[in-house]
């Protein structure tokens, strides 16, 4: 029956629901599960028509029906949350529209602290059971009681989450905070005792909400300690800030904190407050962008000694490309402090300004997810490098930034090091392996990568270090691990839509590692999860450019597993292949790029060219190789030129030559030259022919290569534009070096033969 009253509830029958629910109950009194699933849906009936009206269904139906589950098992735990839960939760939704309803009163709360306090006594539910009891005693306006239950919940979450600091900091500062408004609110204590009371403790309060701080530093001010308001608001511009009233917020204590300066406020930090909220709400303070560089000159010369001076001075250098400005000031910002920003500008500018690569790393002083979050910026900044070698030295120092801030949790978690901050939670700590295992495989250290992932994993549940450690694992060659975690990574994502092209590309990688443990059928297998991915792309033409990426790359391993089967077939058994695959997915660009080489292979060139040009239709542009497209449009021309499309082939050499040459080595640009020399030798274009024969001949120079067939064709193209011209002398000395050589093109002998100086009537073109 329950089954039957559960579906019609979810398909927001709640009418019918109830009607047959309670006509159920009349012969199955004791059935709990029913009768919970009346009181919710009493409550979800009228959800929509206002809190009064919710009001009136907790006290007519949902506590009623609660209390009878009770009554047959005071300990349903369930029970006993909800029936605290839907009328504390709905009294106060009315408070916040200014309708003050109770449904916990002075004459009924023995009864719902009686539950409160049966919740205590199960280890699961303790939490709830401090938190409703603050709650009750909150509402009734029991001050000394809500007190004891705020100090008490305290007391419990010390205990109870003792090894687990970022649980414990979260249980207790919800009850913290509370107890310092209650107190604050209440004058219980004197303002002294409560100001004294809030520096002593502040050091493992945490709290996502930035208005926190900014309240705790209000009452620290009323209480005359700017000490204490300064150490609360530097805390505060930690936080996420996204608000525009806690802009406001921020401006007006950097006003208030001008005033204290006035009247002789002297604390060294108040300069970084100061002058942080100058850089980034300059508007707010009717103030000019560039006002908080010259206000941190000034700091420099009347405070030498203190960091901030110098750390934004730097910034602000360093943001308007002055480096070499920067550098000095950001320098000493960093002897001061070992600030992790001001030592990344710092090596930025160094690396702009004149190509240095960073070299000592400090021991940063930052807490850990500062550390971490310029670890990112780090890496941002390698990702606009070209230089491969300079990038590859910018991932060692990444990496230690990174091992410093995974030093840093550990001593925050395990040691107990460091104020206590929200965003230092293990989520962070988890990402933080992530992107330092990155580190370590990138620079060949798998098993370095491959214990800093599992333990991430430890910290936090989520899927790119699942792909990490994945990552590391197959490329160290640690199959048997790799298959762990891949059907580990299947089990908790595979099923998951959000991660459907995550799962696509390890469906890939699967297939990978059974290939290198030697599987039967593997090509078989490869061949159906690419025609998989193939029909799916079909499909679904509209595929993000993010996740097509994932598809992309499934794809490509996929197809290199079966190019390694078939490159070892003989030619017509991988055309039938590519052939076929060509005609079912027209759109796919992998058969085309095989096609276009088994044709060059067969010398068919109107097909390579047409393979060719439908590869780079289908090959999206913000996924194609710069090696790939050159060698494609090599093809082209290469295509056009033995079919005698020399204008067409001329065409695409020009628009494209500057790309091949940045794209192609020596040994394969030489060969994208010598094609471009004989095209316009065809076209009888002396100056262009002569101008790529030397481009050619220079890079042959420059890489002391000798005299092969490749530069005698050139200098047999030079010959014949030289001739054609007029120049009858330099072609034939051209044409004695070509013959000097052993085994020369006989077509040497030909033109030699042929080759004779223009008679009087050849200029009037007879």
């Known amino acids: 029956m329950y089954e039957n009253l559960e579906q019609l509830f979810y398909r927001g029958d709640l009418e019918q629901c109830i009607a047959e629910g309670e006509h159920y109950l009349l012969s199955h009194p004791e059935d709990e599960e029913v009768l919970f699933l009346m009181a919710v849906a009493y409550h979800d009936i009228v959800y929509y028509d206002g809190h009064e009206a919710v009001y009136d269904a907790i006290r007519d139906h949902v506590i009623p029906y609660l209390r009878r589950i009770l009554q047959l098992n005071p300990n349903n735990q369930k029970a006993l949350y909800n029936i605290l839960d839907y009328p504390l939760g709905n009294e106060y939704n009315l408070m916040q529209i200014a309708r003050s309803k109770k449904h916990i009163t002075q004459e009924n709360k023995g009864e719902f602290i009686g539950y409160a ?4 006594e199960d280890r699961d539910y303790v939490g709830y059971g401090y938190d409703f009891l603050a709650k009750i005693y909150e509402s009734l306006e029991e001050n000394k009681a809500l007190l004891n239950s705020l100090e008490a919940g305290i007391y419990h979450f010390q205990k109870a989450d003792a090894d687990n600091r970022e649980i414990r900091d979260k249980n207790t500062s919800l009850f913290w905070i509370k107890k310092i408004y209650l107190l604050d609110r ?14 002593k403790e502040h050091a493992t309060f945490v709290s996502r909400n930035e208005y926190d701080f900014i309240n705790l530093a209000d009452i620290a001010f009323e209480n005359n300690a700017p000490d204490l308001s300064l150490k609360m608001m530097l805390k505060a511009i930690n936080g996420e800030n996204s608000a525009v009233h806690i802009h406001e917020k921020l401006a007006e204590w950097h006003q208030r904190f001008a005033k204290l300066i006035q009247n002789g406020f002297n604390n060294p930090d108040v300069f970084y407050y100061q002058l942080i909220i100058e850089r980034n709400y300059s508007d707010l303070l009717n103030l000019s962008p560039d006002f908080y560089y010259h206000h941190a000159l000034e700091v420099i010369n009347s405070r030498p000694e203190l960091f901030s001076g110098y750390h934004f001075a730097g910034t602000f250098l360093y943001e308007n490309e002055r480096y070499a400005e920067a550098i000095p000031l950001l320098e000493k910002a960093v002897q001061l402090s070992s600030n992790t920003t001001a030592w990344r500008r710092k090596v930025e500018s160094e690396y702009l300004l004149n190509g240095t690569l960073p070299s000592e790393i400090p021991v940063f002083s930052d807490d850990p997810t500062d550390i971490y979050n310029e670890g990112v910026m780090v890496n941002e900044f390698i990702d606009i490098l070209e230089d491969e070698s300079d990038k590859l030295k910018w991932h060692e120092a990444g990496r230690i930034v990174y091992e410093q801030a995974h030093e840093a949790f550990r001593k925050y978690f395990e040691e107990g090091k460091f104020e206590s901050d929200y965003y230092n939670d293990l989520h962070t700590r988890a990402m933080c392996c992530n992107n330092l295992a990155i580190k370590h495989s990138l620079l060949g250290d798998y098993q370095a990568a491959i214990e800093t992932a599992s333990e991430g994993l430890r910290y936090s549940e989520f899927m790119e270090l699942h792909l990490t450690l994945i990552d590391a694992l197959l490329n160290g060659g640690n199959y048997e691990r790799a298959e762990e975690a891949l059907n580990n990574y299947f089990s908790l994502y595979g099923e998951s839509e959000d991660y459907f092209y995550k799962s696509l590309y390890n469906q890939a990688r699967q297939v990978q590692l059974h290939a290198l443990l030697g599987a039967d059928d593997v090509y078989k297998e ?76 067969e010398e068919n060139y109107g097909k390579v060219a047409l393979a060719a040009k439908r590869y780079l239709e289908n090959k999206k542009e913000f996924l194609l190789d710069a090696f790939d497209k050159a060698k494609t449009i090599y093809m082209i021309v290469k295509s056009d030129f033995l079919q005698g499309n020399y204008q067409e082939a001329a065409s695409v050499f020009s628009e494209y030559d500057a790309e091949c040459e940045e794209a192609m080595d020596p040994e394969e640009y030489v060969l994208w030259l010598s094609y471009g020399v004989r095209v316009y030798e065809k076209l009888n274009n002396k100056e262009q022919t002569l101008s790529l024969a030397d481009r050619f001949n220079t890079i042959y120079n420059a890489e002391g290569w000798g005299y092969d067939d490749l530069v005698e064709s050139v200098e047999l193209s030079k010959a014949v534009v030289l001739y054609q011209s007029g120049n009858l002398k330099e072609a034939h000395a051209i044409l004695d070096q070509v013959r000097s050589v052993a085994d020369y093109d006989p077509v040497a002998d030909e033109y030699k033969a042929s080759w004779k100086k223009p008679g009087l009537f050849s200029k009037f073109g007879f």
């Open 526 to 601: 490869a061949e159906e999860v690419l025609t998989y991915a193939y029909q799916h792309t079909v499909e679904n033409p509209e595929i993000d450019d993010y996740d097509y990426r994932d598809l992309e790359a499934g794809k490509n391993i996929l197809e290199g597993i079966l190019f390694q089967h078939l490159d070892s077939q003989e030619l017509p058994v991988r055309k039938t292949h590519y052939e076929g695959m060509a005609e079912h997915f027209p759109q796919e660009p992998n058969p085309q790029y095989a096609l276009m080489q088994i044709y060059n292979e």
């Open 117 to 120: 306090e049966r919740m205590l």
């Open 186 to 199: 209440t004058k219980m204590i004197s303002g002294e005792e409560l100001t004294a009371l809030i520096d």
